[in-house]
């Protein structure tokens, strides 16, 4: 969760501490040492009031609710320490992160150490639940720490003699990480399932740009990752410097700075071209500095002129002579050098950011010659330059900052709390027999959508809140995921943040089902809790569904992790982290929007390299292992597809690369160890910007991008405007490139020269042969749906479209309407729904749709024609309590009411086109209204 500062005194006022704690009763907490002698502090009986109800960006510590802990029982003073550690696991050969104590053990090492201390002492041992850690955290107090408004120092005592609980190593609970009830609870153990285990004491991320960081350290804050994640035994410790390889190639390669002064290595840096702007590079911060080397070839004989552009400072250093020395000052600057053409010289870049601004742009001139940008072929660097590349500490994959304490007491015997699941993951049909139905593939088929309702896409808190949505959402939703399951639904998954790299980053999900003419409202989904949940994406191979996704800023961060669907995204397996052989090239921890299996077996991840590049992740035993292929693509977010071979792979471009202003290519035929870059017929793409390839089922491949840069900029061979959807018969060589309709404008109008964008795209086929694409950075975020034969036909020549027209639905009749049934596997009945097929070839559900528990109670109930929602929409829970209900009027207007668990109504809001756009109200659990505001169009009207 983001946290914000706010006023410490309310924070006191917010917690009622049920039990007072009098001074004769503090002074009967005893402490005993064991035989590793680890010291164990009694801890009493007694009730105290769990979590908070601070502000929105705290919403899983909600609500403070009363926790009674029935039994006295000891917990570790401190953390385990990795010399007590390696009495129970002698092969451990890492160093604590917190002085003595351990960390990057995972949640089931933390788990066997307890096992292996209760047999060696004869007594019950295991990892606290989350109440009783902050129970013991708390020893009586209801402020922000224990130690009152203000972090206290390492190795400080609470008042019942528990240290390090505010600081160090952060620590694994018991607990499945879940959401908390309203009512009291006695001795609760946490949910009954879930993908992530409790963490307390700390944030999981290293991110010390983060101002407010301590307060994830408070009495009450959580924090969640999945318990596999630890060091993985076998695992390679070492980075592999992927340059080091015979020859030369384009750009200069050096370090980036974690300092403005050429201090604190952090790794590798390939400056491509020479004009760049690092706005957008939350990666780096707002302080940092680089240095690059390699050669330049000089363009002439005799005079160059070279002119540097910076924000704040830079050097250039050729053949040994400072020829720009303005290390402290922005601006431009220019210097002349004597030069021999086709002459290469040794160059050295030096560049700074301090500011907000950042910017470096370096040209040149000479008689006959305006000034420009230097190409980025003029530039090449070999191995002696990239082994001068400095590295960080070395990093192990594992090496996290979470350890743990233990308690010495039984397990309670309190049931855990049921789970439920988002609304997204429910009502999963499998389709058998109709997922294949379709418009038919010779006739022109086009359909354009909103993505997500507004709110929340683009919107304040203030109106998400008021619309009645999660308060885990934010008005940033940006790098998503898409994948068209099995089944025929396509799924959405994108992360929701407020700028991108804050630890409050949490992942949302859609759903638009096969038959249904609109995507479902949002819901939360795989959170690790203040982890920055980062760079989504699916990818569907055979049955089988995959979800990688990344964590930039965790510490001791995977280059990704994975989950696995069976059954179109209903349930999904524990989460994975993969274990290396070999050595890990630079990167970034942020998968793009392609995976790839080769006609070999071989599995490829594609993933942000380090700088403008990118790098494919493989696996050849279906995921066991991985490895780094070795090479790097030609551009940052790569988007990857397979040739017609079955074994070459196309990478297209990705951003803040390019050749001559256009888009490059980069082609393999080594399974990504080296990679050949050409030019595309397509401009080269920025910020803000991610183009999308996908191998069709017709043999064809598809392509979709801007037709300008982020800065409006394109090559003077381009004339139109806007985005672009384009199809290739012979593997890329060539492009049918047809401009999309329905397109928008960049969130920010006067980006893109004003003109239309597809933002950051993903392109999916499905089983139907339809093409579904997604883009965001428009307002809203858009969904499109064609096939071939539209990007083959004239369609759209010298023709307009309204947006009423593309955004409709051309069904208009249907046919050979039946209904169909799905159980659970005992046989129980799941759900029934009927549909046919429309007169434009798509299958849409027509008539009622009902979703049961397996106890046999409905869950939900809908009416659709022709594929869309019609009249009253119902969801219960499994005793018969409304949760929400939809009402559908035929003049498209819908009401959304929600309702608390007692029964009073929390949420009623009005909605049209996506968009609520009339009164939305919001009532407490006691029937009090909490606000009341008027939408139009989306926006709170004032």
């Not at 006023?7 to 007072?20: E, G, H, K, R």
């Not at 809001?909 to 008027?934: N, P, Q, T, Y």
Request: aromatic share 12%.
């Amino acid at each position: 969760m983001l946290r914000h500062t706010f006023n410490s005194v309310s924070f006191a006022i917010l917690f009622i501490f049920i039990q007072c704690f009098s001074p004769s009763s503090l002074a009967e907490s005893k402490t005993a040492a064991n035989s590793i002698d680890m010291e164990m502090v009694r801890i009493p009986a007694g009730t105290f009031q769990m979590g908070s109800d601070l502000p929105r960006d705290y919403w899983d510590e909600w609500p403070a609710h009363e926790v009674t802990i029935s039994e006295p029982f000891y917990i570790s003073q401190t953390e385990v320490t990795v010399e007590q550690y390696k009495q129970f696991d002698p092969d451990w050969d890492i160093e604590g992160k917190f002085g003595d104590y351990v960390c990057g053990v995972s949640w089931y090492d933390a788990a066997e150490f307890c096992e292996w201390l209760s047999e060696k002492e004869g007594k019950p041992y295991r990892l606290p639940t989350e109440a009783e850690w902050e129970y013991a955290c708390r020893a009586g107090t209801t402020t922000l720490y224990a130690s009152g408004d203000d972090e206290p120092e390492h190795e400080w005592s609470n008042a019942w003699g528990v240290k390090n609980m505010h600081t160090g190593a952060r620590e694994w609970c018991y607990d499945w990480y879940g959401d908390y009830p309203r009512d009291p609870q006695i001795d609760p153990v946490g949910s009954e399932s879930g993908m992530a285990r409790v963490i307390r004491g700390g944030c999981p991320d290293n991110d010390s740009r983060y101002e407010e960081r301590e307060m994830f350290n408070t009495s009450s804050s959580r924090a969640s990752i999945a318990p596999a994640f630890g060091v993985i035994e076998g695992s390679s410790k070492d980075e592999q410097d992927i340059d080091l390889q015979e020859g030369y190639k384009t750009g200069l390669i050096g370090t980036w700075y974690g300092e403005s002064d050429l201090t604190n290595p952090k790794g590798e840096s390939i400056l491509s071209r020479p004009d760049n702007n690092w706005i957008n590079d939350k990666n780096k911060g707002r302080n940092w500095s680089a240095c690059w080397r390699g050669y330049i070839e000089a363009p002439y004989t005799g005079e160059v002129t070279f002119a540097m552009r910076v924000a704040n400072g830079g050097k250039l250093i050729i053949d040994g002579e400072e020829i720009i020395d303005e290390w402290d000052e922005k601006g431009d600057y220019r210097a002349k050098m004597d030069m021999v053409e086709g002459e290469k010289y040794p160059i050295e870049l030096s560049y700074n950011r301090d500011r907000s601004r950042t910017y470096l742009r370096l040209s040149w001139s000479w008689p006959g010659e305006d000034l420009h940008v230097i190409p980025e072929d003029a530039f090449s660097y070999g191995q002696e330059e990239a082994a001068m590349v400095e590295g960080p500490e070395e990093e192990i994959p594992g090496s996290h900052w979470i350890g743990f304490r233990v308690v010495q007491a039984p397990m309670p015997d309190t049931k855990p709390m049921p789970v439920k699941e988002p609304y997204v993951r429910e009502g999963i049909r499998k389709n058998e027999g109709i997922a294949k139905i379709g418009p038919d593939p010779s006739e022109p088929y086009f359909r354009k959508r909103y993505l997500l309702p507004v709110p929340f896409d683009n919107s304040s808190n203030e109106e998400i809140d008021s619309a009645g949505m999660h308060p885990s959402f934010r008005g940033h939703n940006h790098s998503p995921a898409m994948e068209v399951c099995p089944n025929g639904d396509v799924l959405l998954i994108t992360y929701t943040s407020y700028d991108e790299y804050e630890p409050g980053v949490t992942l949302a999900a859609s759903r638009l089902r096969f038959g249904a003419d609109k995507w479902d409202m949002p819901d939360p989904m795989f959170d690790f809790a203040a982890v920055n949940d980062h760079a989504p994406m699916l990818w569907t191979d055979s049955d089988t569904m995959y979800f990688f996704w990344g964590g930039p800023n965790l510490e001791g961060a995977f280059p990704f992790q994975w989950r696995t669907s069976k059954d179109s995204g209903a349930n999904w397996s524990e989460v994975h982290f993969p274990h290396f052989k070999g050595e890990i090239g630079a990167h970034s921890k942020q998968p793009i929007n392609t995976a790839l299996r080769d006609k070999y077996g071989t599995m490829y991840v594609a993933s942000d390299g380090s700088g403008g590049r990118s790098v494919l992740w493989a696996s050849s035993d279906k995921g066991k292992t991985w490895y780094d292929t070795g090479g790097r693509s030609a551009g940052r977010h790569t988007t990857y597809a397979l040739l017609s071979d079955g074994e070459t792979i196309l990478g297209m471009g990705g951003k803040n690369t390019d050749i001559d202003g256009y888009m490059p290519k980069a082609v393999s035929s080594d399974g990504g160890k080296t990679w050949e870059v050409s030019k595309t017929p397509f401009a080269a793409q920025g910020t803000n910007q991610r183009p999308s390839v996908l191998r069709l089922e017709s043999g064809r491949l598809f392509f979709a991008g801007d037709y300008q840069h982020f800065d409006g900029h394109k090559p003077d061979g381009i004339k139109e405007d806007g985005s672009y959807v384009a199809l290739s018969e012979d593997d890329g060589e060539s492009w049918i490139i047809k401009p999309l309709v329905g397109d928008q404008q960049h969130e920010r109008s006067n980006k893109h020269g004003g003109h239309e964008t597809l933002g950051y795209s993903v392109a999916r086929q499905a089983p139907n042969g339809m093409i579904h694409l997604i883009a965001t950075m428009t307002e809203p975020c858009l969904h499109f749906e064609l096939n071939e034969a539209w990007i083959l036909s004239d369609e759209n020549e010298n023709q307009s479209y309204s947006e009423e027209q593309i955004m409709s639905s051309s069904a208009e009749t249907i046919e050979d309407v039946k209904k169909y049934k799905e159980t659970y596997p005992d046989g129980t009945l799941k759900l029934e729904y009927s549909g046919g097929i429309a007169d434009d070839g798509r299958f849409l559900l027509h008539g009622k749709e009902i979703w049961y528990y397996p106890s046999g109670s409905k869950k939900r109930e809908a009416r659709y024609e022709l594929g869309k929602k019609i009249g009253q929409e119902t969801y219960w829970s499994e005793d018969g309590q409304v949760c929400w209900r939809w009402d559908h009027q035929a003049d498209g207007t819908s009401y959304w009411t929600q309702y608390w668990p007692n029964g009073q109504m929390k949420a009623r809001s009005e909605w049209r086109d996506f968009k609520c756009d009339g009164i939305a109200e919001r009532w407490s659990s006691d029937g009090e209204l909490i606000s009341r505001v008027e939408f139009e169009n989306g926006e709170i009207d004032d």
